[in-house]
Each structure stands twice: as C-alpha cells, then as structure tokens.
C-alpha cells in the first residue's frame, strides 16, 4: 500500500509563491507519473501538472509558465511550486501517482490541501 502526505497549502495574496509538497510511503522511482489536480469550488477536478518517469512534464494552459513540477526520488517527494498566484488558483489541490499496467493498474492519491489566493 502507498501513502501520499501532502504540505504547503495555505493562504496567500495575489502575485505570492507557494510550494507544496507530496511525499510518499516508499519509493517513487517506479511511478509512471506523479502529478497534481486541483478542484475549485463548484467546478471539476482537473489536471494542472504531471510528471512522467522519464522526465517528460505537462501542464495546465492557465498555468503554463507559473507552476512547475519536480521531484526528489531520494526524499520519495514530488513538489509544485506556484509563483504568480491569481485568485483563480484558489482551490483544493491533489497529488497523485499510478503504478502496474494493465490489470494492475492502481491509482493513488493524497487528501488534499487547500490553496486560497485572495485579490
């Protein structure tokens, strides 16, 4: 079974930085990808970063340039760090990450952290 434990959410102003955090139970070199969502009041969960295991990186168009995705596979950690923050980022933000193929597919995810950028 794997754990994912999110930190960093928080309260910030328009145009602040915040990073979080997702750390897991064990290690993380053997994800297929690592990646953040996000849900804002009254709307559906969406992707906003993701992170293959070969590097390769996708983001959101609403935050293409703001966010970034990266990873320490020595500290099982996966982190987004978010500059430039809008009121439109204000949401609950999820890490996930999958393993196996197939029949053994599984999908993990943290409880979430609530991120509130106020104007």
């Known amino acids: 079974q794997v754990q994912l434990v999110e930190f960093g959410g928080g309260l910030v102003q328009a145009g602040g930085s915040l990073r979080l955090s997702c750390a897991a139970s064990r290690t993380i070199f053997m994800f297929n990808a690592m990646g953040w969502y996000r849900q804002a009041p009254g709307k559906q969960r969406e992707l906003v970063a993701a992170m293959l295991s070969g590097g390769r990186t996708n983001y959101a168009d609403s935050v293409k340039g703001r966010f970034t995705i990266s990873r320490d596979n020595a500290k099982n950690t996966v982190y987004l760090q978010m500059s430039s923050l809008k009121p439109e980022d204000t949401g609950v933000y999820y890490c996930?990450?999958?393993?196996?193929?197939?029949?053994?597919?599984?999908?993990?995810w943290g409880q979430g952290t609530q991120v509130t950028v106020s104007s």
């Open positions: 996930n990450a999958n393993e196996g193929s197939g029949w053994t597919l599984r999908d993990y």
